[in-house]
């Protein structure tokens, strides 16, 4: 935390103003360079002068998540160089959640209305993923895979982050309660949480994908070896096919699945070499352009659910592929086969 001041350098001055923003030495200012995204907020429901600011690099995957999240538009960046004053009352939703925790801020505590529930269904604990994953989508009647797989693997994947947020608060507030043993036991009980937390969002959005497939009668293979032992998250048709060299690979998908992409995008590259073009399934909204057009350029064709098509450019948007999309593309080849 450090302190800042907002002044007026022309405060005496009869007609003019100069508002300069005055900071300490720091390194997140030192890093920051002209044109860089600075975002400077102040939480409604706090009375006192405590602000959140953000600086992220022009250009690149979390600033555009960022003027997302707060509503600058790139038109306003590159016309005018700076934003207007943003009264934003956003709705937090999945995507929103994943930003904010990607620069460390947690999400509201969840309402724990269904905590008896989990526990009555877990009783010993968090389950495999798997189950929890089931268990998540029994809260989901609204909405069909068969009708609409984007909306339907979104709802999936916020009930399953709202019980499992509500389900950890219950634990971790019982080991906060009986205590720790020592330091280390403190460090092993913090690590098991970030871990758990990691491994369930991606495990999540494989075993919800896999509801859908299954609901559509798509076939595929999950988690199989392929070449260099890779094992590609989903093969379709399957990978039967896959190995029987007469198969035509241009009836062969692969889709990788990462909850966000980073640079780990590159890892599906290596996977399914009979199969030149890959897919990759992520919820990373916002990536920049500089990126998308690597994962042109090495034949990576990018899913996401339709509900964050809009955070991408219209360029973007052109060459992106939704659910649904990809849902008939699998459909089309399995009908050829």
Not at 157 to 176: A, G, I, Q, S
Not at 188 to 198: A, E, G, I, P, T
Not at 265 to 294: F, G
Request: proline letters at 5%; one cysteine or more; hydrophobic letters at 35%.
């Amino acid at each position: 935390m450090v302190s800042l001041t907002w002044y007026d350098a022309r405060e005496k001055h009869p007609t003019r103003t100069e508002y300069r923003l005055y900071y300490p030495e720091a390194d997140c200012f030192s890093k920051a360079k002209p044109g860089d995204l600075l975002v400077v907020c102040k939480n409604r429901r706090i009375t006192d002068n405590i602000l959140t600011m953000f600086i992220a690099k022009a250009g690149d995957t979390i600033s555009n998540q960022l003027s997302w999240l707060f509503g600058i538009s790139a038109e306003t960046l590159t016309t005018t160089g700076r934003a207007e004053k943003i009264d934003s009352s956003k709705s937090m939703n999945y995507f929103s959640d994943l930003i904010l925790t990607k620069v460390g801020i947690t999400p509201e505590e969840p309402d724990d209305s269904l905590l008896d529930k989990i526990i009555e269904r877990f009783p010993d604990g968090f389950p495999k993923t798997i189950d929890f994953s089931e268990f998540s989508r029994s809260f989901v009647s609204d909405v069909l895979p068969q009708d609409n797989p984007d909306a339907a693997l979104m709802e999936y994947l916020d009930h399953e982050e709202h019980l499992f947020r509500v389900f950890e608060k219950f634990f971790v507030e019982k080991k906060l309660e009986s205590g720790f043993n020592d330091v280390d036991d403190f460090i092993r009980f913090s690590l098991s949480v970030q871990n758990r937390r990691k491994s369930r969002a991606g495990y999540a959005l494989e075993n919800h994908l896999r509801f859908i497939f299954d609901a559509l009668e798509i076939r595929y293979s999950h988690n199989e070896i392929t070449e260099n032992k890779s094992r590609p998250d989903f093969i379709f048709p399957g990978i039967k096919e896959y190995r029987d060299g007469t198969f035509p690979p241009l009836n062969l998908t692969m889709l990788g699945v990462k909850t966000t992409c980073k640079d780990r995008w590159r890892q599906v590259l290596t996977e399914a070499a009979r199969i030149p073009k890959k897919h990759l399934c992520t919820l990373e909204p916002s990536i920049s352009e500089d990126q998308t057009n690597e994962m042109i350029f090495n034949q990576l064709q990018l899913v996401v659910p339709s509900s964050i098509v809009s955070t991408y450019n219209e360029k973007q948007q052109d060459w992106l592929m939704t659910v649904n999309d990809f849902v008939s593309l699998t459909r089309k080849r399995q009908s050829t086969n």
